[in-house]
């Protein structure tokens, strides 16, 4: 019987895989509608995806099975869920950050900002939380942490290495971190002792600065993060008449500002958590400042001058990147007549290229434009012999990096969409909670918020967004509520994990690093999930009711007109909220 337990628990994922579908059984086999069998489905699949008994992309699959077999949908239409626009949009915004990333340029915008901004304790956080959220808006989460917190933790240990030199009686103000505990009469060994505690403390504050900035800039653009890219894909599975109300342009008016809010916020309660409340010491005000700079510096200094000039490839990578997102915003603003509606207009005169159409163009430009210039070169394994160089992005380097298994995990997030809708499933939930029309609207985001960002630091954002968005466009439809008004914040909410290393690959990559406790973790990201549910919350009630017209029930997302003409009062959502 001793070693029955551990058995069963290094056996636990296979029992998991094969008990799940049995114990569900009976609800498909008890109610046996179509409703029933894709409720089966999702629950099955949420089960999978919050214990990991499987790879989730793998789990993603299973509406390709249960489907067709359940006679849900037809196999090729399941299969047409699994490489939409937004699937595309992904890969092609993916491309240009590998390019990105493969030529050094993040790097080089990382250390040229924390040059500028220089070395004193609270802009040194703020320097690196500025270029860890910038660089998230455009290339991996999880890339730009594993990137930056080697970075940092190289200039901590020239900061401690300089803090010992001058221990002795040549005090360094700049870098002197505030004491939790300061102590008037110490002897010789207490400041030592102190002085390491400090830097102690300025290094958890440092890594969690990063890691959670990294969750903070993926929100602020539509490619930023993946749950972005799974609500514009279910708004436009769920109401495909919609218009395209969730663009690059609209996304980034309305989550750019938000990023931007909690990022400050985040910065200042780091920084009281882990420097002090005292900000005239933690700003460095004091004497000797360029021979303070130095120490820290020569690292920063160090890494910038190993990368050289900036090569033809780099060069190339950062103009095909700006005209990139110019293109993005210039599509279709919404607020002026775009390119795309102006020059690649259908017969409705709607724009006949996506954001997606854009990504891909540049990204195949990479493929052309070779990475040096003049372009002959002598091949390795051909002595005497000249060949071409390579291009600025190969697909060896885009295979390596690409992470596909998020486009299949994309696709069966849709494909659940699309079969809660034609089952009938959306309708059902959706009238089980009309009583949520007595709730005002604004209550009801914030409790949704909070119940995301508890849910998502237990499991994937990515899952957690697939699996809650259909069901809060059903909710929204039934109580006559502008169904973005419940999406947009639950989906930012979803990126609100702060608290646990396994909520997100950055926290898990920091915490790898060493030096930090899960209460510290903990203790930092609790207050920080409320900070960004206040700031989603002050976001969807002012600047996003404008550019979404959040005010309105829009004609696309009617489901059941007569409800919503006998509650004329929820058909809306109150200006001033």
Not at 23 to 51: D, G, N, R
Not at 313 to 333: H, S
Request: net charge neutral; with cysteine; glycine share 6%.
């Amino acid at each position: 019987m001793a070693t029955c337990w551990p058995a069963l628990w290094a056996y636990r994922f296979y029992l998991i895989v094969l008990c799940l579908p049995i114990f569900l059984l009976p609800l498909p086999l008890i109610v046996q509608t179509k409703e029933a069998y894709c409720a089966y489905s999702i629950i099955l699949m949420a089960l999978l995806w919050c214990t990991e008994a499987l790879p989730l992309a793998v789990t993603a699959l299973f509406p390709i099975i249960l489907f067709p077999l359940m006679g849900i949908m037809d196999a090729s239409e399941v299969c047409i869920e699994y490489f939409k626009d937004t699937n595309i949009l992904f890969v092609g915004g993916l491309m240009v950050a590998v390019a990105v990333e493969h030529w050094n340029l993040h790097k080089r915008i990382a250390l040229q900002v924390l040059l500028i901004i220089g070395v004193r304790p609270a802009l040194l956080l703020l320097g690196f939380m500025l270029v860890t959220a910038f660089l998230s808006m455009w290339i991996s989460n999880t890339a730009t942490t594993a990137m930056m917190v080697p970075i940092g933790h190289a200039v901590l240990e020239q900061l401690q290495g300089s803090k010992k030199d001058v221990e002795g009686g040549n005090n360094n103000p700049t870098f002197e971190l505030q004491e939790e505990c300061p102590q008037k009469e110490v002897t010789k060994l207490e400041p030592r002792t102190q002085k390491t505690q400090e830097h102690h403390r300025f290094s958890q504050g440092l890594s969690l600065c990063i890691c959670y900035s990294a969750s903070i800039g993926g929100i602020a653009t539509l490619t930023g993060t993946t749950p972005n890219l799974v609500l514009q894909g279910q708004v436009n599975s769920l109401f495909p008449q919609n218009g395209n109300v969730v663009n690059f342009a609209s996304w980034f008016g309305f989550a750019f500002p938000t990023m931007i809010i909690l990022l400050l916020l985040a910065w200042l309660w780091l920084q009281v958590l882990f420097l002090g409340v005292n900000f005239r010491k933690n700003f460095g005000f004091g004497e000797g400042e360029e021979e303070q700079k130095q120490a820290a510096f020569q690292v920063i200094k160090t890494q910038y001058r190993l990368l050289g000039p900036m090569s033809f490839a780099e060069k190339t990578v950062t103009v095909l990147f700006v005209l990139l997102v110019v293109l993005w915003f210039t599509r279709e603003p919404g607020f002026f007549p775009g390119w795309g509606d102006t020059l690649f207009a259908n017969e409705k005169g709607q724009s006949m290229v996506s954001d997606g159409t854009v990504a891909v163009f540049i990204s195949l430009v990479m493929f052309i434009i070779p990475s040096k210039i003049p372009g002959l070169m002598q091949d390795p394994k051909k002595p005497g012999k000249l060949k071409a160089p390579p291009a600025i992005l190969t697909w060896k380097t885009v295979n390596d990096k690409m992470p596909w298994n998020i486009v299949i995990l994309l696709g069966g997030g849709f494909a659940l969409a699309k079969g809660s809708e034609q089952s009938g499933l959306s309708e059902w939930l959706g009238d089980k909670l009309t009583p949520l029309q007595h709730i005002p609207p604004s209550a009801t985001a914030v409790i949704l918020c909070l119940l995301i960002a508890i849910f998502t630091e237990c499991t994937s954002n990515v899952a957690t967004t697939t699996l809650f968005l259909p069901i809060l466009a059903s909710m929204a439809q039934a109580i006559c509520l502008h169904p973005l008004y419940v999406m947009l914040p639950c989906t930012l909410a979803a990126s609100l994990a702060f608290m646990l290393p396994v909520a997100t690959p950055p926290n898990a990559i920091v915490f790898s690093f060493g030096g930090l406790k899960v209460s510290d973790m903990a203790r930092a990201g609790f207050l920080l999930n409320i900070i960004g549910v206040l700031a989603i919350t002050l976001s969807i009630n002012s600047w996003s009711i404008p550019i979404f017209k959040l005010d309105t029930f829009p004609s696309w997302a009617h489901s059941n007109t007569s409800q919503c003409l006998l509650n004329p009062s929820n058909s809306t959502v109150p200006g001033g909220l």
